[in-house]
């Protein structure tokens, strides 16, 4: 497994439409997370799935934004409608339950809404 | 709500000088972690500091974690142009999620 896995590396679409971000998680992990990281400023939370479990969303995730996770394998990020304020490096970062908190990172979708 | 300060934002030294990043807050961590990150790039895990009063060393890097758990330093010992990149602390909360709160980044540069 060479690490946490995101796709597209870069985005760019016209406001209002959907799209749609993928992360494949380390396969070990069970805890999964999305970021949202804007330029000169650290990553933010959004949400957090613990196997299919969505059990924290940030109050950042509008109704536009929804995340899934199947199976408790690899997890998807849309967003709706999007605006111009939603472009961002979108992050994804998965972690073990068990032995810590330690997080490791994709290397991010960059969205840039035009 | 948790709060990570780092300072300074911004660092531009030159190579072979000695360096500080801070992180500091007014709340407990269970655990802190540094990340560096290059642009375009996600963050890349340096080190995890957990108890107390620990001190990790990674080659040229000394990592600290205060004794109360609220603050934290990075110490680069003669920097080299390698270590040019955004230095991001993170806290973990007691509630066991995992959730992590960054401070703002400390943008390094470091001339040959």
Not at chain 2, 27 to 40: A, I
Not at chain 2, 56 to 63: E, P
Request: charged fraction near 20%; proline fraction near 4%.
């Amino acid at each position: 497994d060479t690490g946490v896995s995101q796709d597209p590396r870069h985005k760019i679409t016209k406001r209002g439409q959907n799209v749609t971000f993928r992360c494949d998680p380390i396969s070990e992990h069970n805890r999964l997370y999305w970021y949202r990281q804007t330029l000169g400023q650290g990553p933010e939370f959004l949400t957090y799935f613990q196997n299919e479990a969505q059990l924290e969303k940030s109050r950042l995730l509008s109704d536009r934004f929804s995340a899934e996770r199947p199976k408790g394998s690899f997890s998807t990020l849309e967003i709706q409608r999007t605006e111009q304020g939603d472009s961002a490096m979108y992050l994804c970062a998965s972690s073990a339950s068990l032995g810590g908190t330690e997080a490791f990172f994709g290397q991010g979708t960059r969205l840039t809404v035009v | 709500t948790q709060l990570l300060e780092q300072s300074p934002q911004f660092l531009s030294i030159q190579e072979g000088e000695n360096l500080t990043v801070y992180c500091n807050s007014s709340s407990v961590f269970s655990s802190l972690q540094w990340y560096r990150q290059e642009p375009g790039e996600g963050p890349v895990l340096l080190v995890t500091v957990v108890t107390g009063g620990e001190v990790k060393k990674l080659k040229r890097l000394t990592f600290q974690f205060g004794d109360a758990r609220k603050d934290s330093s990075l110490h680069i010992t003669a920097a080299q142009p390698g270590d040019t990149g955004l230095y991001l602390c993170a806290g973990a909360g007691s509630s066991n999620t995992g959730k992590l709160i960054f401070g703002q980044g400390t943008t390094l540069q470091v001339k040959p």
